[in-house]
């Protein structure tokens, strides 16, 4: 994949810095290979309701299939992102897609439950190495606009977890449990985009070193270690209560729309679809609105913003529960991509074990949430899950506790 000049014209081995325009052809192969890659991880969740027919499963090990894939990837990428901050590896990306190819396939012939936690783990791999990198990849390519630029890069991943369900309903569904060998196709092409994204960024680290340019001196407040570890803290809880709570829909809101409102798989997927779109459209509008008037005011609205309609939830009919998880996929999309630049700046010159973290405490908190809820919905039921879940963006209120790190008047 060539990239030949970004939109003000530079050429792709420039050196994008604040002022300059952002590389856009590359933030694009970077949103759409997130897409691939996370249309294949939504796929895993969506076809639960046929593992769990064909392999007589019950919601607990539901969770465990979404813990394996989910924790593989979040104890993997820090670890991933800390390596490349020191030693960086362009086609590494590239690479690890093969990972998640080869997981497609032993996916699609899996017999056995062992086989089908193998298979999610290696699907898991290839995302741990996929995110920290890319997320790099996309600051540097972002011209100073490091929201804007999460946000393109995070919402091909929303798109693609839209897509999952509705590819399970019409392809996976008719077809069975082979026809998922049909999806290492994408997971073939994002290894051909993402090799592309690997010469721009080796020509970017060439041009760099002649150009022998100084790191960029932090902007914000100096803050002290103790600062940075109570901001450290505050981030990953509202990781939790963003994850804990988004893992109750992304892995169990099937299920709920069927035991309560006997909806069928088909149309249960469709408005799992649409929830996740939802997600998408929030995700696209948090990171540039955070480069405009700060990432803390994006956090507060996102995450506690969607408190009310979290509460109203439980307790809607038809009609009401789609309006509701749209609006809660829009509010509570808002908040990863000011995270993860929040964090970033809080800890300058990490930009891969940071973004590593974050991305890995996401996947965590949600393979985590999806196993507890999972057993707590085996013991009690969905409805109950929904009625206490329902609680975790009060959390929100812990945003009082951030720092300012933008100056005011500075540009974002």
Partial sequence: M???????????????????GAVVGILAALSFSHLLNDTISSLV???????????HLDFGQIGLITATYQLTASLLQPIVGLFTDRRPKPYSVSVGMGFTLLGLLLLSQASTFPL??????????GSAIFHPESSR????????????????????????????????????LPHGQQSIAWFSLL?????????????????????????????????GPVLTARQVGVSLAVLIALIFSKFFYLAS????????????????????????????AAVAVGTVVGGPIGDRIGRKRVI??????????????????????????????????SAFSAIVVYAQELVPGKVGMVSGLFFGLAFGMGGIGAAVLG???????????????????????????LPELERRGAPR
């Fill in 249 to 276: 829909l992304t892995s169990y809101f099937t299920f709920y729309l069927i035991e309560k409102f006997a909806l069928s798989v088909r149309d249960a997927q469709l408005h799992l679809f649409v929830f996740l």
């Fill in 137 to 172: 990849v996309a600051r540097l390519a972002s011209g100073g606009r490091h929201g804007m630029a999460q946000s393109v890069f995070q919402v091909g991943g929303n798109v693609g977890s839209a897509l999952g369900p509705l590819l399970a309903a019409f392809i996976v």
């Fill in 45 to 55: 969740i969506a076809i639960y309701p046929i593992l769990k027919d064909s392999f």
């Fill in 116 to 125: 089908l936690l193998a298979a999610t783990a290696l699907v898991g791999m």
């Fill in 2 to 20: 060539a990239v030949e000049t970004d939109a003000r014209g530079a050429k792709p081995g420039a050196t994008p810095v604040s002022g300059e």
């Fill in 375 to 401: 057993q707590v919905a085996d013991l009690t039921s969905i409805g109950f899950v929904y009625r206490i879940v329902a609680f975790l963006p009060a959390l929100g209120l812990l945003t009082a506790l």
């Fill in 187 to 219: 997971a073939l092409l994002a290894m051909v985009v993402l090799a592309g994204v690997g010469r721009w960024y080796q020509q970017h680290r060439a041009a760099a070193a002649r150009a022998k340019r100084p790191p960029a001196a932090h902007a």
């Fill in 300 to 333: 507060w609205v996102s995450i506690l913003g969607a408190l009310p309609f979290t509460l109203m939830l439980p307790y809607a009919n038809l009609f009401w529960t789609g309006v509701l998880t749209v609006v809660i996929g829009l509010v509570i999309s």
